[in-house]
């Protein structure tokens, strides 16, 4: 008799997985993948602030052109022969003491001044450069501070008036980046002078004051100046430079011509205009702050502007 054994067999299930090898090459390629999407979408971030801060500069620029230009072009015509010799008579002296002198320049140094001083730049150049000014149109004034005077606080200016209702108001030079103000007598220009009368030379802030009487009784009260010039998208902008050539004028119609030219730029981001080549590089900063977000805030450009004043 044969007899016949079963033979029990162990059959168990193959387990399929991944490798350590296969698991760490899965792993590089996806912290490789993350990576790159993060490098990816910090430049698309950085190139788009960088946009937004030039644009903000470009934007008001144009509308600073515009403003400018506007201003002038619905200015008084102005007899400078006239006002020449009354700048230089008796107790109106205010600068020229020759009105051949006022005459010759069309009294430019009247309607147009600023401050400025040398400095040295990070590179151990000196050079000139501005710290505040004042421009009367004759319907509009402009006053301003640059950079240089806010970040030094030395050479700027600050503004006193009255306003409407006879109060007497003060704006700070840190207010004062740039403002305009209803000046049809040129009051702006004429306290300009007489404080750089006082203080020839000085580097103290000086204080524009408009508030004293005119000479026909009435208060010099004026709506409260416009300031908003220099912002933009959140973005605070500052003048580096704002210059006015010297002006020509016809005389027959006396139509006075007008150029000009300024410097605009962010207030973040480090800027040292005074440099060659790289102006979004601050010298007290190292060059990895430069690569950090306050790069990206750095934008400056240049305006040109050329008008005439309405004629007679």
Same mark, same amino acid.
């Given at each position: 008799m044969r007899i016949q054994t079963k033979t029990s067999l162990n059959t168990s299930k193959t387990k399929q997985g991944f490798t350590i090898v296969e698991l760490m090459l899965a792993m590089t390629f996806v912290a490789t993948l993350l990576i790159s999407i993060a490098v990816v979408t910090i430049n698309i971030v950085t190139i788009y602030q960088r946009g937004l801060a030039l644009k903000a500069v470009n934007n008001v620029g144009r509308s600073l052109v515009e403003e400018l230009t506007t201003s002038i072009n619905s200015a008084p015509a102005v007899d400078t022969t006239s006002l020449c010799n009354h700048l230089a008579s008796g107790s109106d002296?205010?600068?020229y003491s020759d009105p051949k002198s006022c005459i010759a320049d069309r009294a *430019?140094?009247? +309607? *147009?001044?600023d401050r400025f001083d040398t400095k040295t730049n990070r590179e151990g150049m000196e050079g000139v450069y501005q710290y505040s000014g004042v421009f009367c149109t004759g319907n !509009? &004034? !402009? $006053?301003?501070? /640059?950079? !240089?005077g806010l970040d030094e606080n030395r050479f700027t $200016? &600050? %503004? @006193? !008036? $009255?306003n409407e209702d006879g109060t007497e108001q003060n704006i700070q030079p840190k207010d004062a980046r740039l403002i305009r103000i209803q000046d049809r007598t040129y009051r702006v220009c004429s306290a300009y002078l007489e404080k750089q009368s006082e203080e020839p030379g000085s580097s103290n802030n000086w204080e524009i004051n408009i508030t004293r009487e005119a000479k026909n009784g009435t208060m010099n009260r004026i709506a409260r100046p416009t300031d908003s *010039? %220099?912002?933009? =998208?959140?973005?605070d902008l500052l003048l580096y430079e704002l210059t006015i050539q010297p002006i020509s004028q016809d005389s027959i119609t006396l139509r006075t011509y007008m150029t000009g030219n300024f410097i $605009?730029? /962010?207030? @973040?981001?480090g800027i040292d205009i005074t440099a060659s080549g790289d102006y979004c590089q601050n010298s007290e900063t190292s &060059? %990895?702050?430069n690569l950090g977000a306050e790069f990206n805030y750095c934008a400056i450009n240049k305006f040109? =502007? #050329?008008? @005439? /004043? #309405?004629? +007679?």
């Open positions: 002296k205010i600068y *430019y140094r009247y +309607v *147009y001044n !509009y &004034s !402009y $006053l301003w501070n /640059t950079q !240089y $200016l &600050s %503004l @006193r !008036y $009255l *010039y %220099l912002n933009a =998208f959140d973005l $605009l730029a /962010t207030a @973040r981001g &060059s %990895l702050d040109n =502007f #050329a008008a @005439r /004043t #309405a004629g +007679v």
